[in-house]
Each structure stands twice: as structure tokens, then as C-alpha cells.
């Protein structure tokens, strides 16, 4: 049996708010960001662009790409960090408002690699027989957590969800999940970290630290990805990176020796999404014609936790 990824969807809530429109509340410049960041603007929900709404318009267009119904999903799994409630979960939310009433749902909290932990979490659930179609979503809402007068942090991020249907087959020449490289270390999480109390809700980050860890985490668990799937770096069309930072994906590429356009960005107009920017770009390549069957792709994220992840894949 193979794990495809039969369709893809995503969804940005509809104000897009620019560098400039952002320096007039907020210390900053649009030279500022985008020098050290890449970022030119990002999506910011509105009061009811609520995260299973998002989710549920993401997944859609993925059941549609796919060619299934929403009756056939036997799981969804919504990577987030910012569900929103404590219960009910984003991932039932959306088995609500999509109709996938045969489907096991429930949350997945891994920040910013929360997409690819609900893909490793998805992919061996269906090698176990537990079901055919499975939907995974990846994403948040962190403008809601964001200090505005914080200028180190609320350049930084967007609001999105994008989302795949996996589909397993036995199609012998199909594409399929090669390997997954994951890790953890909780020792780390202060670095990036994020309460719930309401006096205390804020995202902080020591962005010095975050940098160090993901130019050096990164490589390695792309490469050991890599070695388990009994691949070649060479043989990678695509290397689709959490979109945290410009200057992050450009030292990951300098440190695989490979070139940067192999190494697509959307961070100029999305901002970093957290869980949603790796389904978000995944999505807006596949819409655009860059991805076709039989390509070799890496997908790899970080985040708090801390946490992180690469996938190899036949697409």
C-alpha cells in the first residue's frame, strides 16, 4: 500500500496588511522587515474568519482536487496551535461544517510543524488499515496572540489553513510517503512559547535562538530523511520549508549545498502562518503547475515546542 497526497486546498483570510500599513502603528519600516525577514505583508482574520472556517474552505478544495466526498474521509487530524476552544477541537468543527460524518477527528499541537506531525501522525494510522482517506490541516490563527506594540514578533505573522487529502493505493506506480525524520526537545520550548490565561496571552520568542536552532536542525533532519528514504539530495525538485524566514531557507539551502530556487517561498505576501505556511505553499504550487507526479519533494518545519520534521515524498 502507498499514502498519496490526492488534493490539496488552502485559505488566507481577505485583509492583507503591508509592511507600511504596519509602520504606522508599529515601530518599524518595510526596509526594516524585509531585510531581515523577507516578509512585504500579511493576512489578518476578521471576527468571523474563524480557524475551522478557514480550515473547512481549505478542506473543501481538497476533497474537490482529490475527486471525494467528504462522507469518505475516515480522519482528520487539524495541526494547530491556536484552536481557539478547549473544546470542541478545530478538527470536529470542521467534520461540521463539511459533512465528514464518518470521520475520527481531533487536534494535533506540534506550533509550526504541526502539519507535518498530523501527516506522520495520519500516514501511520492508514499503513495500520485504519482508513483510506484521511484530512490533514495545518493551521492557526497567531495574530490573536500577538503583542502589537512587540515589534520583534508582530512583523513575523499571518493567519492561514491549508490542507491535503491523503489517499492510500496500491497502484504500482503511484507515488508515496518515502520517510519522516522527527524530533522534540522540551528542554528548549521557553524559546518560543505562548499562555492561555487571559492576563497572560502573548507569543514570546528569542529570535537569536530560533534562528541558531533551525539553520542547524534543519539540514540534518532533511538529510536524515534523505538517508531513510534511500535517496539523493540531487534528485529533491522541490524543498517546501516552513516559511518562518527568508534568511532561514536561504542558510538551510547554503547548508545542503543546493540552489535557493529549489527552495520556493511565498513569505513576501503570506508572513510566516505557523502550521498553515507548508499546506498554504504546498497548495499555491500545486495550483500553479510546479508540481507534477513523480516529483521528489522534501517538506520540512519547525517550531515551539521545541519541534521539528521532514518528510520525503513521491508526490
Not at 482528520?76 to 496551535?81: E, K, L, M, S, V
Not at 534568511?247 to 529549489?262: G, N
Request: glycine fraction near 10%; charged fraction near 20%.
Amino acid at each position: 500500500m502507498k499514502i498519496i497526497i490526492a488534493g490539496t486546498g488552502s485559505a488566507l483570510p481577505v485583509r492583507s496588511v503591508t509592511n507600511d500599513e504596519l509602520a504606522k502603528t508599529v515601530d518599524t519600516s518595510d526596509e526594516w522587515i524585509r531585510s531581515r525577514t523577507g516578509i512585504g505583508a500579511r493576512h489578518i482574520a476578521g471576527p468571523e474568519e474563524e480557524l475551522d472556517v478557514l480550515g473547512a474552505a481549505a478542506a473543501e478544495q481538497a476533497l474537490a482536487r482529490a475527486g471525494i466526498s467528504a462522507e469518505e474521509l475516515g480522519l482528520i487530524i487539524y495541526g494547530t496551535a491556536t484552536a481557539g476552544y478547549v473544546t470542541p477541537s478545530a478538527a470536529c468543527r470542521v467534520q461540521a461544517r463539511i459533512g465528514a460524518v464518518n470521520a475520527v477527528c481531533f487536534d494535533l499541537n506540534a506550533a509550526c510543524s504541526g502539519f507535518l506531525y498530523s501527516m506522520y501522525t495520519a500516514e501511520s494510522m492508514m499503513r495500520m488499515g485504519r482508513c483510506r482517506y484521511a484530512l490533514i490541516i495545518g493551521g492557526d490563527m497567531v495574530t490573536r496572540y500577538l503583542n502589537w506594540e512587540d515589534r520583534s514578533t508582530c512583523v513575523l505573522f499571518g493567519d492561514a489553513a491549508g490542507a491535503a487529502v491523503l489517499a492510500a493505493t496500491d497502484v504500482e506506480d503511484a507515488g508515496d510517503i518515502l520517510s519522516f525524520s522527527m524530533g522534540s526537545n522540551g528542554s528548549k520550548g521557553a524559546v518560543l512559547s505562548c499562555r492561555t490565561l487571559p492576563e497572560d496571552h502573548y507569543l514570546t520568542m528569542n529570535g537569536q535562538e530560533v534562528f541558531r536552532f533551525a539553520v542547524r536542525t534543519v539540514p540534518a533532519c532533511i538529510r536524515d530523511a534523505l538517508e531513510k528514504a534511500g535517496a539523493e539530495k540531487e534528485e529533491v525538485k522541490y524543498f517546501i520549508l516552513h516559511q518562518a524566514n527568508a534568511r532561514i531557507i536561504e542558510a538551510a539551502a547554503k547548508r545542503l549545498e543546493m540552489p535557493l530556487d529549489r527552495f520556493p517561498m511565498n513569505l513576501p505576501d503570506t508572513a510566516n502562518t505557523s502550521a498553515g505556511t507548508i499546506p498554504v505553499l504546498l497548495d499555491q504550487m500545486n495550483r500553479d503547475g510546479r508540481l507534477q507526479r513523480g516529483d521528489l519533494l522534501v517538506l520540512s518545519g519547525f517550531g515551539g515546542g521545541l519541534t521539528w520534521g521532514a518528510a520525503v515524498l513521491r508526490y
